[in-house]
């Protein structure tokens, strides 16, 4: 397999470990979203630690990776709070196609910062996936769920701008289970503080359920870490939108959800953004070639 293939494969493996964290979060029942994401990223840092040490690889960066370390994972907490909260209060194909925007924010981002190129068509079509994704946040004051709504789609903008960070360290050569690990470290200790002062008891299901999110999660983490590791957003990001379809699914299943006639509207306008960005990007990478 070339890298884009292998990039292709882990964004389809992480698309279906991030739908399923989503639906075990949800069945965890009314617990913060703080101390979900604690119970995320503690089973995250304990499977990259795994990975690191049967390896027997140290944990290594440059000191001047380290600013871009933490803000990968100030960018990533931001990202999986807004994420958890939506997914407790929308129907979980809405939370996920809001939390689905990141990988615009990541072409937005790697345009800014890691110079990468975005050409006009490549603007448009991040413009018209903006106007999708108002049809699905519905913005007008008879829409209750509007406030959980934008917060889903800051967790957009905040898990996009943590990818392109995890774009630039692998660029710098920095190892995949390593950023898993600071940034889940760094995560729990963020949150410890609030579970500290703030702990909601967990019955027995509830634990076993935000544990097997975790293992979920930390699947999903490495995944995403590899993907944009072997190729660049325009290239494999419209795979990602297959979690989309998982989520739908699972919440059919499980909770009987069906999204309305303008959720429907603007998954379309958001898909069919992607697949052009997708095959915008084919077409430019065979023009540079």
Not at 52 to 75: A, G, Y
Not at 89 to 100: F, G, V, W
């Amino acid at each position: 397999m070339n890298r884009t293939s292998k990039g292709i494969a882990c964004i389809l493996s992480s698309a279906f470990c991030f739908a399923l964290m989503n639906l075990l979060v949800r069945l965890a029942g009314n617990i913060p979203s703080i101390e979900k994401s604690f119970f995320r990223n503690f089973i995250a840092a304990i499977a990259a630690a795994v990975i690191l040490i049967s390896q027997r690889k140290t944990i290594e960066f440059h000191k001047e990776d380290l600013p871009l370390l933490i803000l990968r994972s100030v960018l990533g907490t931001v990202g999986i709070l807004c994420n958890f909260y939506a997914v407790d209060h929308l129907i979980l194909s809405d939370a996920t196609m809001l939390n689905k925007m990141s990988p615009f924010f990541t072409l937005i981002f790697s345009f800014i910062f890691l110079k990468e190129k975005m050409s006009l068509k490549t603007t448009m079509i991040v413009i018209g996936a903006f106007i999708g994704a108002l049809f699905v946040i519905k913005p007008s004051f008879q829409n209750t769920d509007l406030a959980s709504s934008v917060i889903g789609f800051i967790g957009g903008l905040g898990a996009g701008s943590a990818y392109t960070c995890v774009r630039a360290l692998g660029k710098r050569g920095v190892q995949g289970p390593v950023v898993v690990l600071f940034f889940s470290v760094f995560s729990c200790l963020v949150t410890l503080p609030y579970l500290i002062l703030d702990f909601h008891p967990l019955s027995t299901m509830q634990l076993v359920t935000l544990l097997f999110a975790g293992l979920a999660a930390a699947g999903g983490q490495f995944s995403i870490t590899a993907a944009y590791s072997f190729a660049p957003a325009r290239e494999i990001s419209v795979y990602d939108y297959s979690q989309v379809i998982f989520s739908a699914l699972f919440g059919w299943i499980v909770f009987s959800q069906i999204p309305d006639a303008l959720s429907f509207t603007g998954y379309a306008i958001i898909i069919l953004m992607a697949v052009m960005m997708y095959l915008n990007g084919k077409k430019e990478g065979m023009n540079a070639a």
